[in-house]
């Protein structure tokens, strides 16, 4: 029935664009103004500076007015938005897992990339953080190791904010909402003649939280957070520049708002656990980047820093009991460095050549405290994560026939894991040393190919390509037995074939991708035997199919719109535990089968009006299911849909919205867990409204 209404909905779209083909045909004097359409638009993820129809991979690209016009402040609201994309709430920052196409990890390093202005995000812990005065949101789904190397086996999220080069002024935004719901933003942008680009921007937010704990009577999840951003420009030369980005993060927050799941009545008890738990972090990035163009050729310099601390404590058992209770602590330090060389100009040959280097450190600590046994279990984690990487890639156009491009890459990861780690047990104050050790390195050398080819017909680029993906192995931060202390790596080949293609005179632009993944050595999230922590394990071979839509519309006579329709079937072909337990022909847990948004605005122009140049609605409905929370597929989130929606009032540099997220009250699990002998489950968050006001100086 589901796929059926999928379907209709599709139908009616196309419908709907059949039968204003004829007055968008005729409308020339609106589209003549429609000359820079979207796939024209030069996709900075795309490190040979590539248009969105060049690219012969399936992207995405959500621009500031999309993330404006939908109250889009985090990456998890990107969830659905686009295809095939889905990144749940699991009751904090510090759990932020990204799926893409199926893959995704909810523990350790992540499968897919993420980077911010530059900075890769190699924590997924760093994943959820505030967005303000963004540019746009590119996703590049399927494989990108050739480019990116390491954990992009699902593809890259590629963060863009504002530059003082491309907008100058002084801008403010004020919230309040339901909740307790309070936030705040401004900015200021300006150049000097062209040479010297410099900003400023700060963002606070506050929530009173969503869910209360029947035990305490106050919120779970109450969050208080402060970031700032600072860019700078200098433009030396026409052939120099040299910038500099550095943000900062600092949240404090509540958490996890788990409850009891009865299985006779099929839903969840009320929250209720008698110890606080929460996650509070600091989180520091800066870019330096330094760009010379030369007549023939690019060389850019990246080099990027990262600092995470974060603390959580949590109530492991989420009862009134006390039974557990959880610390940890962790200190990341991330230096990078990467070095292109890149050809100018659309020639019939271009290339690529690069190289990168990385080092990640962790200081962590886990405290868990047994009450029954009056015991507390110290760990130590000293962790170091060090690798380099050369990669090249070459594009021929006109290969064999005109208009067909051929496009090539190869890249050569090499990787080395250190674990020092030291197990102390406090009883009644006496401590005793149950493991003080450096494992040995774990040291990995891989070879990332890629090949595609694309054809440019008129306004549409046909493409197929075939990429490996890779995923690295590692530590277990929490292992009980020794044969759980390493997990391997992961890999996967990604064949995929599309069209990207503007239509009706560049009013609609319509991206269709098919493709298939065959995985090897998935990495398997896991609690470990006691309950107290997880792990991950290896299943043996997986597959993942499907398909994307995207279909978006330019602005005419007020109205545009947008779909964006993901199809997922990611099972385990072969994941043997023992042999009385497998879960061949299963679903892969925590990934939805379905993803969908659609997107509808109308703007009204009010004419002869001293208080209102213009009216806008927007509504946006996004829906994904079914969701398998477990290897055993026993329990399951049935497809649901979230409508948002609002109205925004404009006078001149003045906008005033009215909004509301959830309007329709929709009831839904965000995640499922079985531990310690319970079964637990975080309901969904209910509908919010509020008003924001925005002023540009």
């Known amino acids: 029935m589901r796929d059926r209404i999928i379907s209709a909905i599709l139908l009616l779209f196309l419908v709907f664009i059949n039968l204003n083909a004829q007055v968008i045909a005729i409308s020339t004097s609106s589209s003549a103004m429609l000359t820079d359409t979207l796939g024209d638009v030069v996709v900075k993820a795309s490190k040979e500076n590539f248009k969105l129809k060049e690219i012969p991979a399936s ?37 932020s897992p990204l799926y893409i196409r199926g893959i995704g990890s909810r523990i350790n390093a992540p499968s897919v990339g993420l980077y911010v202005d530059h900075v890769p995000y190699f924590e997924k812990s760093a994943f959820n953080f505030d967005f303000f005065d963004m540019e746009r949101i590119e996703v590049l789904r399927g494989p990108q190791g050739t480019e990116y190397g390491r954990n992009t086996m699902g593809g890259i999220v590629n963060i863009v904010t504002k530059s003082p080069m491309d907008y100058q002024g002084t801008h403010f935004n004020l919230m309040t909402g339901s909740y307790g719901s309070y936030g705040i933003n401004g900015g200021h942008y300006g150049k000097v003649k062209n040479v010297l680009g410099y900003s400023l921007a700060v963002n606070y937010l506050h929530n009173d939280g969503f869910y209360t704990n029947q035990y305490s009577g106050k919120a779970v999840d109450k969050l208080n957070s402060f970031g700032f951003r600072n860019r700078l420009i200098w433009k030396i030369s026409d052939s120099f520049t040299i910038e500099n980005i550095a943000g900062f993060e600092k949240s404090s927050q509540g958490g996890y708002p788990y409850a009891l799941y009865n299985d006779s009545l099929k839903k969840a008890e009320k929250i209720n656990y008698n ?97 029954a046994a009056h015991t507390e279990l110290l760990k130590k984690y000293d962790h170091r994560i060090m690798g380099y990487a050369f990669f090249h890639q070459s594009t021929i156009r006109d290969f064999l026939i005109p208009n067909l491009s051929l496009t090539a890459g190869l890249r050569v990861d090499v990787e080395n894991d250190l674990l020092g780690y030291n197990y102390d047990k406090s009883l009644k104050g006496q401590v005793s040393n149950l493991s003080d050790t450096v494992y040995p390195a774990l040291k990995s050398l891989e070879i ?184 055993e597929n026993s329990h399951k989130q049935a497809f649901y849909g979230l409508l948002d929606a609002r109205i925004s009032f404009i006078h001149k540099s003045l906008q005033f919205e009215i909004w509301g997220t959830n309007v329709l009250g929709t009831n839904y699990e965000t995640f499922y867990f079985e531990s310690l002998g319970n079964k637990y489950v975080q309901m969904g968050k209910p509908m919010q409204v509020g008003v924001n006001l925005s002023i540009k100086l």
């Not at 490996?468 to 074939?497: A, H, V």
């Open 275 to 371: 110890q606080y738990s929460s996650y509070n972090r600091n989180l520091f990035s800066d870019a330096l980047v330094m760009n010379y163009k030369a007549d023939n050729y690019d060389l850019i310099s990246t080099t990027s820093y990262q600092f995470l601390d974060g603390k959580q404590a949590i109530d492991q058992d989420f009862t009134t009991d006390s039974v557990y209770f959880v610390q940890q602590k962790q200190k990341q330090n991330m230096l990078s460095q990467e070095w292109i060389l890149r050809s100018k100009g659309k020639k019939r040959y271009s290339w690529l050549f690069g190289a990168y280097g990385f080092l990640q450190q962790f200081d962590e600590g886990v405290n868990v405290e047994t009450y």
């Open 448 to 631: 990332i190919p890629k090949l595609a080819l694309s054809y440019n017909f008129r306004t549409s680029n046909f493409y197929a390509l075939v990429a490996r993906g890779y995923k690295t192995g590692g530590y277990n931060s929490t292992f009980e037995r020794p044969e759980d202390l390493c997990f391997n790596p992961e890999y996967s080949w990604n064949y995929e074939t599309g069209i990207k293609t503007s239509l009706l005179n560049n009013w609609l632009y319509a991206d269709v991708s098919f493709f298939y993944i065959d995985w090897k050595n998935q990495q398997i999230y896991q609690t470990v035997p006691s309950g107290r922590g997880s792990m991950l394990k290896n299943a043996g071979h997986s597959a993942s199919k499907g398909m994307e839509v995207t279909l978006k519309t330019q602005r005419m006579s007020g109205f545009d719109f947008m779909i964006a329709y993901g199809y997922t079937h990611v099972t385990f072909l072969s994941y043997v535990v023992n042999a009385e337990k497998n879960f061949n022909g299963n679903f892969v847990p925590f990934v939805p089968r379905h993803t969908l948004a659609l997107q509808a605005s109308k703007v009204f122009e009010i004419k002869h009006s001293s208080i209102i140049d213009k009216i806008k609605l927007n509504a946006l409905y996004r829906a994904a299911g079914e969701i398998y929370w477990n290897d």
């Open 59 to 95: 992207v995405s690209i959500l621009t500031a007015k999309t993330l404006n016009e939908n109250g889009i402040i985090t990456l998890n609201e990107v969830s659905a938005t686009v295809p095939n994309l889905f990144m749940p709430d699991y009751g904090s920052k510090l759990t």
